[in-house]
């Protein structure tokens, strides 16, 4: 849930005259959303503007009509599915996404586009232990006599305190194009105008339509973690443009809550083979927890074809047999019943694991430094 105050969102300038159509407008949203699958959220929101007012100026010797001061809004319903990266701690994830405005708003009240509305994006972000940034580009088209629109912006933020604090800044943006493709189409120059051109037009909704205009605004705010699953948030920032729509200023409060989840959910696992990220030596490719660090995760393989999986395999490119020693198994037979690696033919000590030696009455031996073959073993042939 959160509050959304913005002042003269709608002012009408011509000449030296100016007058706020709407001089500020509160709304305070519903929203909701839930995840399937780890990588699917639907959202929803519902507005609901709880105060508004205008001067109701004139224009063109005719009173424009300011909005009354409550009301409902387009309800919106959304979706977005993650195509690359994971969903935390992951410093580059590319999404996919889109809104939809339901027309349950009142006309004449200036929070309505009067009919149904598409708002598809791309979305690139990351988070890293103390940085998070995010850019987005999408479209917002109208099913109405309301202006399209090309949306655009992104947003930067560090957290502090292990995380339970998040400073961020944010700029939004939208430019309608229908007078930009009218002109290309034409073969005229197009010019925008920042501050907009109004033209009142004399139908149902009353309503003050604008050919072009750029809507530019920026934000800064901070998020606290509150409670397990808590959280609070506040920001505020100016309109740079004075397209329509674009207020002087803005400021946003919100309260959420997310439902608790267990712990291991948390963990980040992009190939869901049970192996956490960061322990798995093959976090791309699913497989087995294993003892081993360097091929935990990592698939069952076995290219040689004796039986003996590649991660487990000594001799990955040698057919040979089972054996207890990591350091044999999967090798071809030999004889060696000390286990230590080194065949009978040249093992001084073929009774006892040892270590090699370029001595050879102490090859295979315990302690090749010192003290020889034991009594009554053959240091082997020569």
């Known amino acids: 849930m959160f509050i959304d105050h913005a002042d003269e969102p709608l002012v009408l300038e011509l000449g030296s005259e100016r007058g706020a159509v709407v001089a500020h407008q509160t709304f305070l949203h519903f929203s909701g959303s839930f995840s399937l699958w780890d990588r699917l959220l639907v959202s929803a929101v519902i507005p609901v503007v709880i105060d508004q007012g205008g001067e109701r100026p004139t224009a063109f010797d005719m009173q424009l009509p300011s909005p009354p001061s409550a009301g409902m809004s387009d309800i919106r319903v959304g979706a977005r599915v993650r195509l ?38 791309l979305l690139f972000g990351g988070k890293g232990e103390i940085f998070t940034w995010s850019i987005n580009l999408g479209g917002l088209f ?5 202006p399209s629109a090309l949306t655009y912006g992104g947003g930067a933020g560090l957290s502090f305190w292990g995380g339970r604090l998040l400073l961020s800044t944010e700029l939004s943006a939208a430019t309608t194009f229908q007078a930009m493709v009218a002109a290309a189409f034409e073969g005229r120059e197009y010019k925008p ?41 506040l920001a505020a920032g100016p309109g740079l443009t004075s397209g329509i729509g674009t207020p002087a200023s803005r400021i946003v409060a919100a309260l959420s809550w997310e439902l608790p989840q267990d712990e291991k959910e948390r963990v980040p696992d992009a190939d869901g083979d049970g192996v956490a990220d960061a322990s798995d030596a093959c976090p791309y490719a699913s497989g087995p927890q294993r003892s081993a660090p360097a091929q935990s995760g990592c698939p069952d393989v076995d290219p040689d074809g004796d039986g003996v999986e590649a991660p487990d395999d000594a001799c990955p490119d040698e057919r040979g047999v089972r054996t207890k020693s990591w350091h044999s198994n999967g090798c071809p037979s030999v004889d060696d019943p000390d286990d230590d690696g080194i ?6 000590c073929p009774d006892r694991r040892g270590k090699p030696s370029e001595d050879r009455t102490t090859n295979g031996c315990p302690d090749a430094a010192g003290g020889g073959a034991p009594t009554g073993v053959s240091p082997g042939p020569g």
């Open 84 to 121: 690359s990266g994971t969903e935390d701690g992951d410093f580059s994830q590319f999404a996919l996404g889109t809104d939809v405005y339901l027309p349950t708003g009142e006309a004449g009240m200036f929070v309505s586009n009067g009919g149904p509305c598409l708002a598809p994006r």
């Open 142 to 146: 109208h099913g109405s006599a309301s």
């Open 193 to 233: 105008q920042l501050s907009g051109e109004f033209v009142y037009v004399k139908d149902a909704n009353r309503s003050i339509r604008q050919d072009i205009g750029h809507n530019i605004e920026l934000l800064f705010g901070a998020r606290v973690r509150l409670l397990a699953g808590a959280s609070a948030g």
């Open 343 to 348: 065949p009978d033919a040249v093992d001084a």
